[in-house]
């Protein structure tokens, strides 16, 4: 996909708009965490309305972009920008939302680190995107840090019985929704790349998240969430933290994002994937979230994966999707 380029003013701007973004989107586990969840630990948002809450603030933060440009799409991309609004958009949102009712935020920023290995694959597996010795590498050291991190889960988890079969399935099944998550976020970047060439990312993700908004507010508006809102203590909160994450984290990174690509180039853009579980990490501590030394490791393991798949590689896939 085309950007523009232009001259930062200070070489020393990049570095904090990276930073910046990995704090953000760092962040994004921890507030979903607060809308889940009130502040005695009960359950405040249902999980799918939550999903459907974040896309529509999303999609209602984007909407000027999206007015303006919706009509002027050529009719044979219209299938293509509502694929990218529902498989990457709106089916991770619910995936995250439904996989941190039961695992730790941390463990949610780590796993959401192996979307540029699924966009790899994806794209040699189903488009024209080849693969070298070092990708295989890279992908294979990856996957074991998955296995690791989620088996690091299962044994450390002070869930009740989690070396029987029940509880190694309460780690197993979440996890593995934070997976198909990155799955879809890796045939979302590749749809983007093969289907939408041409046209600016704010411009797809503004349309995409414009269509797939309108179902989501009819989603909350016929749920839950407006009497928790008025009604529940925490609900005001819960509120704020999704709209912090909808509005902050999808609008705001993505004019970050963009910016930091007409600054310097995507193969630099992309490592706030490294940057991210840091924050994600640090969060899920100060919010007494245990993390061992195993969970650590595994997450670097994973980091390290992406590394190696992305080291050399061209600047030319300016597109990186954050839950």
Not at 5 to 12: E, G, K, M, V
Not at 52 to 64: D, E, K, Y
Not at 295 to 313: K, M, P, S
Request: glycine share 10%; charged share 10%.
């Amino acid at each position: 996909m085309s950007t523009f380029t232009s001259q930062a003013p200070s070489r020393w701007a990049p570095v904090l708009v990276l930073f910046l973004l990995g704090f953000v989107w760092g962040s994004s586990f921890i507030l979903m965490k607060f809308g889940l969840f009130a502040r005695d630990g009960s359950a405040l948002f249902p999980p799918f309305q939550l999903a459907a809450l974040r896309i529509s603030i999303a999609g209602a933060t984007l909407l000027p972009v999206s007015l303006l440009h919706l009509r002027k799409l050529p009719r044979d991309h219209w299938k293509w920008i509502a694929t990218v609004g529902i498989i990457g958009s709106f089916i991770p949102a619910l995936l995250f939302a439904k996989a941190q009712v039961h695992l730790p935020s941390a463990m949610a920023g780590m796993l959401n680190a192996l979307s540029p290995l699924w966009t790899l694959i994806i794209g040699v597996a189903f488009f024209t995107v080849s693969l070298q010795k070092r990708q295989v590498v890279g992908i294979g050291i990856g996957l074991i840090g998955t296995v690791w991190l989620i088996l690091a889960q299962s044994l450390g988890s002070d869930a009740p019985a989690v070396t029987s079969q029940s509880g190694m399935t309460q780690v197993w099944k979440p996890a593995m929704m934070l997976v198909a998550a990155t799955i879809c976020y890796g045939i979302s970047v590749n749809i983007t790349r093969e289907k939408l060439q041409g046209l600016p990312s704010r411009v797809i993700a503004a349309c995409s998240l414009g269509l797939v908004g309108v179902p989501a507010f009819g989603i909350v508006m016929t749920g839950e969430i407006p009497q928790l809102i008025a009604h529940h203590p925490d609900g005001l909160r819960g509120l704020f933290a999704v709209g912090i994450l909808a509005a902050v984290g999808t609008a705001g990174a993505l004019v970050l994002f963009n910016q930091l690509i007409a600054w310097t180039n995507a193969v630099v853009a992309a490592s706030v994937t490294y940057i991210i579980p840091i924050f994600a990490a640090l969060w899920g501590w100060w919010d007494g979230e245990i993390l061992t030394y195993q969970h650590l490791l595994a997450g670097t393991c994973i980091i390290l994966g992406v590394w190696v798949t992305n080291r050399g590689r061209k600047p030319t896939a300016p597109q990186v999707l954050k839950s």
